[in-house]
């Protein structure tokens, strides 16, 4: 019995049933990573034996007739972003290569009290900075689907993980698309909730106020059992909402029949793929057949959010990534003095996608600028967060494809920033107001994933969960990765 | 021409909180270095600063103290910069929302016989960086073989005063910054130690002549650790620029460093060198908003401050102002003085053996008056045995030493050495007879009209009981007999 191509849900009920061992499921994704890892290159770091150990202990629990939670004994896969006690935790960037943190996020935390079985730490691009996970400081990782594609980025390590089986479930952070793009691109559920939801302590920062923690899973089920066991306030986190979360996985069953979707009319005048486009013009379809009703609406503001983005997650950045000079851990390179070391130090340890982003944001927050740059992207931010009010004023969400194209070739858009950036055209505007954003699969194109894009207001996981639900249940989308 | 100098203060305050101002570790001083840390004054990747509520309240109280305006919104702001005692290259500060301003301090110049107003622009809160230890070199960072941090001061709650630009000689100024140590002392939210290092001083001063409006070019003037060095560097300095301005030369905009060995102060840097802070709000951190009702509830419970203490001083035990301002100074010795006044001293007396007796002999030494051996009852007994006529004033400053030094009660002190007051007359008259038997010429000069001569015949009856007869007895008797 293949067990690592299983959801939670499947693998839960077989524990509980005593089909299977926790040890086996583990053994069992252990296994698969061996057969495609070298392929894929999903993972920076294994935690082989505390895994098993970690399943072993649950397999205990569950002879002693204990009762467990929904993810007791299932492997999970970790974006090295997440600090994890005495596991390196890299950024994947060469400064903090041998960064062995003394903490636990709360987040990773959670669901290791919870019984969760790690099975390592995942690729990505530099800080999580990119999108397509070749700006990792160590090697690219594989898109499932073709292996010369990107999985898209920054969680590339985690979506390919789970697109591939290397893990049943992983944990990514999205701070303008990074969890859903690269869901999308691998043909995975991926989840960005409220920024506020799950606790940020232990997210090593690339941008503070963007930045948000959440699920890759197979399916839509998945994603509602992964949220719930993560949100929370934490006491750590002063950005960390107190909020009583419902019962997300009771919301996928609630009647879709009668629910609103706007699609920005702004958003399909970019230069979505013509496959993409099909795509999506086929799920505003099936969503007819729901029940749904899916309108225009506009978003009027939305065209400057990429440039908003692009001032304020680098600023934040800049002052984020101040931390690692080689003074207290990471890389250090001795220089003449104090000054000097402090230069090698980062110009050795950080990637061209950092440099070029801390050079950026300086930039922005420097006297003379600050208003110009800054100040001013600060108020497009607040028109474009007040645009999507506007719309969940008629709308109960807002749909799109997650990105406008799918997976790209490896190189294809090293060379050109900006053509990189357009690739979270659709998912930046999200962060920017801290709305809740899930990316379903919605068949291929070409042979390659295609997701959809539901966007809910603040707290509306459970309406965009239950959209994505019934969208995935409809569509009925099979296919997995030939690999 | 005549010139004027024009100074404001900066004043950096270490907050007596348990825990630091973003995370719990304690606030110990002295301990092992980094032993008072944790990740997150560390700046370990992915921490996040919750703030410390009693800091808030300690800055509030301080701000309303110094009569100031309470923000009801304020922020917290990262100033950026690298420094390797810096945890995370930024420091977390108060920018344009600090929380509190717009207030004042009255400072009476007792020995000049005026009062001074001085205006406080604001009050903030930050963390406080670590310390360095340079090796080799001269101490100091360049030329440094290494250097060695302590990060246990990193992140303990660090208030900020800034006064307008209100006084004018330097004795302003040191009289200012010990009023407001009073203020702080009173209100018990710091040790303000210039020692220790929780109360630092920061001068701002320049130059212009008199009846001109416009202000000089400013230079800042640090490393002032006393009160004395205050006034002397500022003394300096102000007459190094009269006189580089009377010479035709221009005040370079800068920061200088005060010797206290030297008496002078030398340019530290230059404007060229400023930072450019980048300051942005820190997204780790939502805005402050207060609620009136705790800031009302904070106002009720203030302590009795020094100005309320100096008035019920003059009004309570009818000290004049010059008294009761000295007294009113620091806390210690106010508390002393009414400690002193309680056990049945005269309240005048007390205060006149504080000031004059105490004072000098604290002065000689350099100690505070709660470092001493002398304590209220010491002052309580002397006084009382003076009044009751036990000892002269005379013995009772010549047994202060004794006092100071050992800690010996002035009962014990006197008895020891025999040193009680004879005022029995009988006894005294005695003496008075052998006086004038052995000094007719200076009987007959007094009785010829010389006033003088019976200053000599009371010293010699002083002479023969080693100064224990009652003055005013001996006087009397000697003039009974004389008429
Ligand atoms: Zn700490």
Known sequence: ?483 | MEYEAVIGLEIHVELLTESKMFCDSTTRFGEEPNTQVCPVCLGMPGTLPVINKKAIEQTVKTGLALNCDIALFSQFHRKNYFYPDMPKNYQISQYDLPLASGGYVEVEMEEEGYTTTVGITRVHLEEDTGKLVHVGGAGRIAGAEYSLVDFNRAGVPLMEIVTEPDMRIPVEAKAFAQKLRAIIQSLGVSDVSMEKGSMRLDVNCSVRPKGVEEFGVKTEIKNLNSFRSLERGLAYEIKRQIEAVEAGEEIVQETRHWDETTGRTSTLRTKEYAHDYRYFPDPDLVPMELDPAWIEEITSTLPELPDERRRRFMEEYGLPSHDATLLTATKASADFYEEAVSLGANAKNVSNWMIVELASYLNAENLEIDECAVTPRHIAELVKMIDAGTISGKIAKDIFGEMFETGKLPSIIVEERGLIQISDESEIAAIVEAVIEENPKSVEDYRGGKQQALGFLVGQVMRLTKGRANPALVNKLLKEKLS
Not at chain 1, 2 to 25: D, F
Request: proline share 5%; hydrophobic share 40%.
């Open chain 1, 1 to 483: 019995m293949t067990l690592y191509n299983q959801t939670i849900a499947e693998l839960h009920k077989k524990l509980v049933a005593r089909e299977v061992s926790s040890e086996e499921i583990t053994r069992d994704v252990l296994e698969r990573v061996k057969d495609v890892e070298q392929e894929l290159k999903a993972y920076l770091t294994l935690t082989e034996e505390a895994a098993l150990a970690a399943a072993r202990t649950v397999d205990a629990k569950i002879a002693a007739g204990e009762k467990i939670g929904p993810l007791a004994g299932i492997p999970v896969a970790v974006k090295d972003v997440m600090s994890t006690k005495g596991v390196r935790t890299t950024c994947a960037s060469k400064i903090l290569e041998n960064y062995v943190p003394v903490y636990t996020a709360t987040a990773v935390k959670k669901l290791l009290g919870d019984g969760a079985v790690m099975i390592g730490k995942t690729n990505m691009d530099e800080f999580a900075m990119g999108s397509s996970t070749e700006n990792s400081g160590f090697n690219p990782t594989m898109n499932p689907w073709d292996i010369e594609r990107v999985p898209g980025g920054s969680s590339g390590g985690s979506a390919a993980a789970v697109a591939a089986g290397e893990a049943i479930y992983a944990l990514g952070s999205d701070t303008g698309g990074s969890i859903r793009q690269p869901a999308a691109l691998c043909g995975v559920v991926g989840m960005k909730p409220t920024y506020g939801l799950v606790s940020r302590y232990g997210l090593v920062a690339f941008a503070s106020s963007l930045d948000q923690i959440g699920p890759f899973t197979k399916d839509v089920t998945d994603c509602a059992i992964v949220l719930k066991a993560l949100v929370g306030h934490d006491p750590a986190d002063s950005t960390s909402l107190e909020y009583e979360a419902e019962e997300y996985v009771e919301a996928l069953q609630r009647d879709v029949k009668g629910m609103r979707f706007g699609v920005p009319k702004e958003f399909m005048e970019e230069g979505v793929e013509p496959g993409v486009k099909q795509r999506f013009e086929e799920a505003i379809e099936l969503f007819a057949k729901l029940g749904v009703e899916v309108d225009e609406t506009t978003l009027p503001h939305v065209d400057y959010a990429l440039s908003a983005y692009y001032i304020i997650a680098p600023a934040e950045a800049s002052s984020n990534l101040a931390r690692f000079d080689g003074v207290r851990y990471g890389l250090r390179v001795e220089g003449e003095d104090m000054i000097d070391t402090y230069m090698k130090t980062r110009a050795a340890g950080f990637g061209d996608e950092v440099k070029r982003r801390i050079m950026l944001g300086t930039y922005a927050l420097s006297a003379g600028y600050y208003e110009a740059y800054y100040g001013q992207a600060q108020k497009v931010r607040t028109l474009v967060a007040q645009d999507f009010e506007e719309a969940f004023k008629k709308f109960d969400g807002i749909i799109s494809p997650t990105s406008p194209t799918v997976a790209f070739k490896i190189g294809e858009k090293v060379a050109d920033p900006l053509a990189m950036y357009l690739s979270d055209i659709f998912t930046i505007p999200v962060n920017l107001g801290g709305f809740p954003g899930i990316s379903v699969p919605c068949g291929l194109s070409d042979g390659l994933p295609v997701g959809l894009q539901i966007i809910g207001p603040t707290f509306g996981e459970g309406i965009i969960l239950n959209a994505a639900y019934a969208f995935e249940q409809a569509l009925g989308f099979k296919e997995r990765p030939s690999l």
